[in-house]
């Protein structure tokens, strides 16, 4: 009889494990069905991992000058008294620029807007993408999680992102910016799983990509990813593009040679 | 009486399984036990080989099948690997704990397949957290060996994970957030392995099978403790945490104490297993200097294992206790090599005194285990 009870139990157990999965399968799948997606340029890892499968690890140039805060980002005294540059990531550089006439500490009006009293803050922030002249979607300005201002204009799109204040050195200059990530964890990277669908993804990559690392031609592809971007601040990559080409259809270029590199730059 | 005849009476409920289990017990039908080692193992090598392969092909290019066919499939794996397990288990049990191990292991590549398919960075302890729910429960239902294995290695990852998980909201970090304090912690989880190994040994159903989780649950212990009471590192933290985790644990000696082991007897453990951490822990945090009274007490604590040990016929405490002393030798001699000159005399003496230790310790050991085989007898 108990070990009946016993068996009972187990699958009791069993079910509840089942029934986790295909409910939380099921939410995720719809969640991603009807999450904003943005799109966005990145660089690009090799992809090589024998347990987890193939996957790209896509690092993104999400970095800010502190000017593009919002009105309800504030900052404290000490902050501002070693602010004098912004810095802008521009064509693959830093860019600075000065401080518009110097930041003065301001106090918070909203009890739940965010204060910025030291450097090398971590926090998290609520960043607003709109789909530029390029194609690409930018940070057009970013807010502290649900303050007053925490809405989207028309034509963007929200979501909740870590931001870390980093001051930084660049040609015996300070500069002081916002670095962006999705995730907490894994900072400005992203690990996304790849489905190759030709199934030898590892020898293209290590034979004809990464044979000879001089003659990479890194610079005639341009790597973007699609990025869907959940209520609950996780950003999951749906689609990596190689100049534009879904990332299957353009392995599959890659190895039968008629993939479009992009004109080598002089 | 064949295997086959006894197992069709209990079909028919003429007789019970227990009645079933001992007619097949008394015909010596279960086989030997070294066969039954053979095939435990063999079951065990078979249900790692077929989950690691199964694993692989979750985990590696599945890239023809939509995401929700390679979930489907893995659910049914899950679930049939249960299905397979509780209509075994009687008939061939040490087949089932293979099976069960594969069932249990599934739970996991669920887990891992479901974070891959929908690109999920979550940090270590969520997962390892919800694997530990799912299947912490299972080897209590079924005699499941190998799992219960598992879910005692993955209380100690869980653990460590969430005392290293600073980013996220499945943390301990804002309660424990040091090393004395994460030391401490760790020494209650495996104190708690222990009790429980302890309290098996006296059960009468299958969980008394979870017994021998004693042997690494108490060396685990025991080597934590050596730390701060031998070498004088990790200290004590000015805490009110560290205070609740240091009382937490002879409370928790006290409060479970096994019912075949005499109070006094119960207490002389608890004394030595629960005040070693944090007599290690003060003496560390007093400073230098502290060594030589942290390395008597761990022959003094040792030595009353080992006789407590021999009083109480336990094999395993005797043994504990010849390791405490062994411990307390090496570190003395690491103490002595420290401060004198590191000339080869000095070493070549070092080692006939450590080679001297051993031997008394041993013959000591041999002759104190050897009264305890002859007394139970």
Redesign the interface.
């Known amino acids: 009889m108990k ?1 009946n009870v ?2 009972i ?3 009791v ?2 079910a ?3 029934l ?3 409910i ?2 099921h939410q ?2 719809i969640e ?1 069905q009807t999450a904003p997606t943005i799109c966005l340029r990145c660089n690009e890892n090799d992809p090589r991992d ?5 996957f790209i690890r896509l690092n993104f140039n999400l970095t800010l000058p502190l000017k593009s805060a919002g009105t309800s980002i504030f900052w404290g005294k000490s902050l501002c008294e070693q602010v004098n540059t912004f810095s802008v990531w521009e064509n693959g550089k830093y860019v600075e620029y000065k401080v518009e006439n110097p930041l003065q500490p301001r106090q918070a009006q909203a009890p739940n807007a965010l204060e910025i009293t030291s450097q090398y803050a971590s926090i998290r922030v609520a960043a607003f993408w709109k789909k530029a002249e390029d194609g690409f979607h930018h940070i057009v300005r970013i807010e502290a999680p649900d303050s007053s201002a925490d809405t989207p204009a028309p034509g963007e799109l929200r979501c909740l992102m870590w931001a870390d204040i980093n001051n930084t050195r660049t040609d015996n200059q300070r500069t002081t910016c916002f670095n962006l990530s999705f ?4 900072r400005n990277t ?4 790849v ?3 030709t ?1 030898d993804l590892m020898r293209i990559w290590t034979e004809e990509l990464h044979k000879n690392y001089a003659d990479f031609p890194a610079n005639r592809i341009r790597f973007t990813v699609d990025i869907a971007l959940r209520p609950s601040a ?1 950003a ?2 749906t689609m990596l593009y190689l100049n534009g080409i879904p990332y299957p259809q353009a392995v599959e270029q890659i190895r039968n040679g008629t993939f479009p590199w992009l004109p080598d730059e002089p | 009486m064949k295997r086959k005849e006894i197992e069709q009476l209990e079909a028919a409920g003429i007789i019970s ?1 227990e009645q079933a289990s001992a007619i097949a017990e008394h015909f010596h039908l279960n086989g030997t036990a070294g066969r039954q080692w053979l095939v435990w193992s063999m079951s065990s090598l078979a249900g790692v080989l077929i989950l690691g392969g199964i ?2 092909l979750i ?3 599945w ?2 099948i939509p995401d ?1 066919v390679k ?1 489907a499939v893995a ?1 049914a794996l ?2 049939g690997a ?1 299905v397979a397990c ?1 209509n075994i288990h ?1 008939t061939y049990p040490l087949v089932a704990e293979g099976v069960g191990l594969i ?1 249990g292991g599934m ?1 996991l590549a ?1 887990i891992a397949l ?1 974070g ?6 979550n ?1 270590l302890a969520e997962g390892c957290l919800l694997f530990f729910a ?1 299947v912490c ?2 080897p209590f ?2 005699k499941q060996r190998l799992l219960m294995l598992g879910v005692a290695i993955t209380s100690v990852v869980l653990l460590c994970a969430l005392l290293d998980n600073a ?2 909201w499945l943390t301990l970090r804002p309660w424990v957030n040091n090393s004395e304090e994460v030391a401490s912690a760790l020494a209650l989880l495996f104190l708690a392995w222990w009790l429980f190994a302890e309290h098996c040994r006296g059960a009468q159903s299958f969980l008394r099978e979870y017994r021998r989780l004693s042997i690494p649950a108490l060396l685990a212990y025991l080597i934590l403790l050596q730390i701060p009471l031998l070498y004088g590192e990790v200290g004590f933290a000015e805490s009110r945490m560290q205070l609740g985790l240091t009382l937490a644990g002879p409370l928790m000696l006290l409060v479970a104490k096994p019912r075949r082991i005499a109070w006094g007897q119960w207490l002389c453990v608890a004394t030595m297993l629960g005040l070693a951490l944090p007599l290690g822990q003060l003496l560390s945090e007093i400073g230098e200097g502290m060594e030589p009274i942290g390395i008597a007490a761990g022959l003094l604590l040792g030595g009353g294992l080992m006789a407590v040990g021999h009083r109480a016929l336990r094999l395993e405490w005797l043994n504990f206790g010849t390791f405490m002393v062994l411990s307390a030798g090496i570190a003395l001699v690491a103490n002595v090599l420290d401060s004198l000159t590191q000339s080869g005399v000095v070493l070549i003496v070092a080692g006939c005194v450590l080679l001297g230790l051993v031997l008394c310790l041993e013959r000591q050991r041999r002759k104190l285990a050897h009264a305890i085989r002859k007394k139970s007898c």
């Open positions: 070990r016993n068996i139990l187990l699958f157990v069993v509840a494990q089942l986790w999965l295909a939380n399968y995720r799948r991603l024998i347990l987890r499968g193939d995730s907490r964890a894994n992203m690990l996304y799983f489905e190759e669908k199934g996780a999951v990559p | 399984a694993i692989m985990s590696a290019n890239e023809a929700g979930m659910m899950l679930l249960w509780a009687r069932g739970w669920c479901y891959q398919i929908f690109q999920l960075q940090p799912g429960v299972l239902l079924m980013e996220s």
